[in-house]
Nanobody, 120 residues
Framework: QVQLVESGGGSVQAGGSLILSCVAS?????VGWFRHAPEKEREAVAV???????DFANSVKDRFTIGRDGDSNTLYLQMNSLKPEETAMYYC?????????????????WGQGTQVTVSS
């Protein structure tokens, strides 16, 4: 059984930054982050494979960074210049079927989510 535990969510003003973390119970392949806001579709935000190759949603390119620490099985998401419309529950996910944010990727393993609220 795989466990993913997120942390780092919170409230921030527009333009601010947050860092999300996700600790996995074992080494994983392609890992990444989804977000889901009320009345919006779930969105794959960023993914990264075991070689460090990353892919980002167009809406977050140049503002978000994804990274992973193999020694601690930890995944990070650095979010800068946050916008109010990015208020959502952010979920860490692992073993993406396709290591890309395109094509509606799926992942069998999910964390419990961490809330990010961006105020204007």
């Amino acid at each position: 059984q795989v466990q993913l535990v997120e942390s780092g969510g919170g409230s921030v003003q527009a333009g601010g930054s947050l860092i999300l973390s996700c600790v996995a119970s074992r080494v994983m392949g392609c890992v990444g982050w989804f977000r889901h806001a009320p009345e919006k579709e779930r969105e794959a935000v960023a993914v990264i494979d075991g070689h460090g190759r990353a892919d980002f949603a167009n809406s977050v390119k140049d503002r978000f960074t994804i990274g992973r620490d193999g020694d601690s099985n930890t995944l990070y998401l650095q979010m800068n210049s946050l916008k109010p419309e990015e208020t959502a529950m952010y979920y860490c996910a692992a073993e993406f079927s396709i290591c890309s944010v395109s094509g509606r990727p799926e992942a069998p393993y999910w964390g419990q989510g961490t809330q990010v609220t961006v105020s204007s």
